[in-house]
């Protein structure tokens, strides 16, 4: 039984919604990743950083991290989710935490290595939540402006 406090305020985003915003942010983030490899350049001579170097791919998954978890939670929408009308947020309405957007990352990158099934399963879901949605306790919601 649901109580008023863990009901979401909002009518649910759609998939379609979601992956359109999703399409948006990553050509986003993608020219971010390009400056942020770009800094490094003077840091190897100019060399190319080498496939498969753990530095360099932990150092690439926490710019992607805090790309979202900034967003996330200063205001709970990326510019693609602006585009799209939809907004991140705790299912009291509120502003979510880092610690909510850190788990909200990790369980959409399971969500997308398990073939996108995270996602489909908001089709079957009765309240449309994501896996990521569900564990972080967050809802991504239609805004109107």
């Not at 950083?49 to 205001?75: A, E, R």
């Not at 602006?82 to 850190?102: C, E, H, L, S, Y």
Request: net charge positive.
């Amino acid at each position: 039984m649901q109580t008023a406090a863990s009901t979401p305020t909002g009518q649910p985003a759609s998939l379609l919604r979601r992956l359109g915003a999703i399409c948006y942010d990553i050509l986003l983030l993608f020219s971010i990743l390009f400056i942020a490899t770009a800094l490094l350049l003077p840091l190897t001579g100019g060399e190319a950083i080498q496939n498969g170097n753990p530095l360099f791919s932990t150092y690439l998954f926490f710019i992607c991290f805090f790309f979202y978890g900034w967003f996330w939670t200063h205001g709970g929408q990326t510019l693609g989710m602006r585009a799209w009308k939809i907004r991140v947020q705790q299912r009291n309405g509120g502003d979510i935490t880092w610690w909510q957007a850190m788990q909200r990352f990790l369980v959409a990158i399971v969500s997308w290595l398990a073939l996108g099934l995270g996602f489909l399963w908001m089709l079957i879901d009765r309240d449309k939540m994501t896996w990521h949605d569900r564990y972080s306790e967050t809802v991504l919601v239609r805004v109107n402006s």
